[in-house]
C-alpha cells in the first residue's frame, strides 16, 4: 500500500501515537484531534490587466485553550486545508513545547506569488486581511510570515488591519520589519533556535560539531541563515545547499556569503561559483553528519529514508519526515529533532515581539538571542528527558510534552 502523504492525516497518525502512549482520555483525543474554528473565503483581486482573479484563503484556529492562535500564512500554489489543518495543529503543539503562552493556528492563499507583480501581491495581502480581521488581535490570533510570505507582507497587512480597527496595535501579526514593530532578531530566529537544538543533540551524542559536515534542503528565510549560523556559530562545514530548482555541492564546504550573494543576483542556486550541481535527492542522501530539511512537507519518505546516512536529522522545516521514514530512521539510530521542537525558535521571538509590542519597549539582539537560547535550550532538554523516561523515539517524546500542556489546559478550562 502506498504511504499516505496528506499533511492532515499525518498529523493526527503521530497524535494518536502519543495519545496511546500517554493514555490520554478518549473525549481528550478526540477533542484534540481536530481544529477549533476554521476559515474558508475566497478573495477578489484586481489584477494589472484589468481582470479580477478570485483567489482561495484559509485560516485555522486549531486550538486556543493556552493562548491566542498563533501561526504563519503561506502563499503557495499547492496549499490546501489539510495542509494548513495540519501545519496549525503542529504550532499548537509548538508553542506549548516552546512554553510561550500561545496556542497553535495558521493560514494560506492558493496561489503562486511569483506570478503576481508587487501591487497584485500587496492587493492580495490587504484582501487577505479584510477576510479575516474580524477574527484575529492580540487576544484571538496573530497571524506572522511562512513560505512565500515576508515582513512587507506582513506590513500591508497590519496596516489594512489597523485601517479596520481604527487604532495602532502592531501585535496582531509578527514578523514585521523593525521600523513598524518588529523585533530584532526574528528573521534569523527561526534557524537560530534550530542551531541551538542541534548544539545540544550533538552534546548529548557526545558528537563534536567543529568540522562535521552538514547539508541543508532549502534556501529561503530559514535554509539560508541555517547555512550562515551553522557555518559562523557551530562551526559546521556546510557541502551541500538547494533550492526547489536542484542543489550545490562542494566537498570543502560552502561560503555563506557567496552562496547568498549568487542566490540574490540570480534568484536560484544553480551555477553557484565553485560548486558541483547535485539533486535534492542527492542531497538528502548524502553521507553527512548534520542533515537540515528546511523547505516544505513529505521530503523523507518510506522510499529513501533508508538511504539517509545523518547522524542527526534537524528539521527546520514543517513536516519534512513521513511516520514510515520515522520508523526506518529510528531502527538506524538517527537521531532527530522533530520539527514542532527545531524550528520552535520562530515562534519563540515572535512571541518576544507581541510583549514587546505590548510594552511599547524594545530589547536588543543580543537579549532576545539569550532569550532564544534559555527558552531552546529548556525545550529540547525536556523533550530529550522525556524520550529516555518513557524509551520513546524524540517525536513522540515531543508530543507527550506538548499534547500534555495543552491537554491541562483544556481540563482545566473545563472543555473536556
Ligand atoms: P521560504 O519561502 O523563505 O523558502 C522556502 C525554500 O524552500 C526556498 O528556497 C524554496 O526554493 C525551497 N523549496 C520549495 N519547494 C522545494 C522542494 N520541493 N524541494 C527543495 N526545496 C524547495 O520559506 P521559509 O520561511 O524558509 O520556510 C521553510 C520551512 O520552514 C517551511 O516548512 C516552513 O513552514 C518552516 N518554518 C518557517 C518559519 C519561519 O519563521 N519562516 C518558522 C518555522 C517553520
Given at each position: 500500500m502506498s504511504e499516505n502523504l496528506n499533511p492532515f492525516a499525518i498529523a493526527q497518525a503521530q497524535l494518536d501515537k502519543a495519545a496511546s502512549i500517554l493514555q490520554l482520555d478518549p473525549d481528550m483525543h478526540a477533542f484534540l484531534r481536530e481544529p477549533m474554528r476554521e476559515f474558508h473565503f475566497t478573495i477578489p483581486v484586481r489584477m494589472d490587466d484589468g481582470r479580477v482573479q478570485t483567489f482561495k484563503g484559509f485560516r485555522v484556529q486549531y486550538n486556543d485553550a493556552r493562548g491566542p492562535a498563533k501561526g504563519g500564512i503561506r502563499f503557495h500554489p499547492d496549499e490546501t486545508i489539510d495542509t494548513v489543518r495540519a501545519l496549525a495543529a503542529w504550532m499548537t503543539w509548538k508553542t506549548a513545547v516552546a512554553d510561550v503562552p500561545l496556542g497553535g493556528g495558521k493560514g494560506g492563499v492558493v496561489c503562486d506569488p511569483r506570478k503576481l507583480s508587487t501591487g497584485e501581491l500587496e492587493r492580495l495581502a490587504r484582501g487577505y486581511m479584510r477576510n479575516i480581521a474580524g477574527i484575529v488581535g492580540i487576544t484571538q490570533d496573530v497571524p506572522a510570515p511562512d513560505v512565500n510570505t515576508n515582513p512587507q507582507i506582513m506590513s500591508w497587512m497590519l496596516d489594512e488591519y489597523e485601517v479596520i480597527a481604527r487604532h495602532r496595535e502592531p501585535g496582531v501579526i509578527t514578523g514585521k520589519p523593525l521600523a513598524l514593530g518588529g523585533s530584532a532578531g526574528r528573521s534569523p530566529a527561526t534557524a537560530m533556535g534550530g542551531m541551538v537544538t542541534i548544539r545540544e543533540a550533538a552534546r548529548v551524542l557526545g558528537l563534536p560539531l567543529a568540522?562535521?559536515?552538514?547539508?541543508?534542503?532549502?534556501?529561503?528565510?530559514?535554509?539560508?541563515?541555517?547555512?550562515?549560523?551553522?557555518?559562523?556559530?557551530?562551526?559546521?562545514?556546510?557541502?551541500?545547499v538547494s533550492d526547489e530548482y536542484?542543489?550545490?555541492y562542494a566537498g570543502n564546504g560552502l561560503d555563506p556569503d557567496i552562496v547568498s550573494t549568487h542566490i540574490r543576483r540570480h534568484g536560484k542556486l544553480n551555477e553557484c561559483v565553485g560548486t558541483d550541481p547535485c539533486t535534492n535527492a542527492d542531497l538528502l542522501e548524502m553521507k553527512v553528519d548534520v542533515l537540515i530539511p528546511a523547505a516544505i512537507e513529505n521530503q523523507v519518505t518510506g522510499q529513501n529514508a533508508d538511504r539517509i546516512q545523518a547522524r542527526i536529522v534537524a528539521e527546520l522545516a514543517n513536516g519534512p519526515t513521513t511516520p514510515e521514514a520515522d520508523k526506518i530512521l529510528t531502527e538506524k539510530g538517527v537521531y532527530i529533532i522533530p520539527d514542532f521542537l527545531c524550528n520552535a525558535g520562530g515562534v519563540t521571538v515572535s512571541y518576544f515581539e507581541m510583549v514587546q509590542n505590548a510594552y511599547q519597549f524594545y530589547w536588543d539582539e543580543a537579549l532576545v538571542q539569550q532569550r532564544l537560547d534559555q527558552k531552546m535550550t529548556t525545550a529540547f532538554q525536556a523533550v530529550h528527558e522525556m524520550a529516555k523516561q518513557k524509551k520513546v523515539e524524540t517525536r513522540v517524546a515531543a508530543y507527550l510534552v506538548a499534547v500534555d500542556r495543552v491537554a491541562e489546559a483544556v481540563r482545566l478550562r473545563g472543555w473536556v
Open positions: 568540522g562535521a559536515t552538514c547539508a541543508i534542503q532549502g534556501y529561503g528565510n530559514v535554509g539560508s541563515f541555517a547555512h550562515k549560523l551553522a557555518v559562523e556559530v557551530l562551526g559546521l562545514n556546510v557541502i551541500a536542484g542543489g550545490v
